[in-house]
């Protein structure tokens, strides 16, 4: 089964960067860990609480993006 993560897309930079969109911190913070190595799970311990809902908000706004599958370890 695939691991599902998550990469800030050119818009994502530029929000990091700008800050144009008026992000809560916690969306914020969601926005910079999403790195492309963290899954939702690991992303939700690292933020506290269910990041599915934000996870959609960031990615409706076009700043994240889902990353490109990796296998699991068997």
Excluded: H
Excluded at 4 to 12: H, L, S, V
Excluded at 24 to 32: H, P
Excluded at 55 to 63: D, H, N
């Amino acid at each position: 089964m695939a691991r599902i993560t998550f990469r800030k897309t050119d818009a994502g930079q530029a929000e990091i960067r700008d800050r144009k969109c008026g992000l809560d911190g916690r969306l914020r913070t969601l926005l910079i860990l999403c790195n492309g190595q963290l899954a939702e799970a690991e992303l939700a311990a690292k933020v506290g609480g269910d990041v599915r809902e934000p996870l959609q908000r960031l990615i409706g706004l076009g700043l994240i993006a889902i990353a490109r599958p990796e296998a699991e370890a068997p």
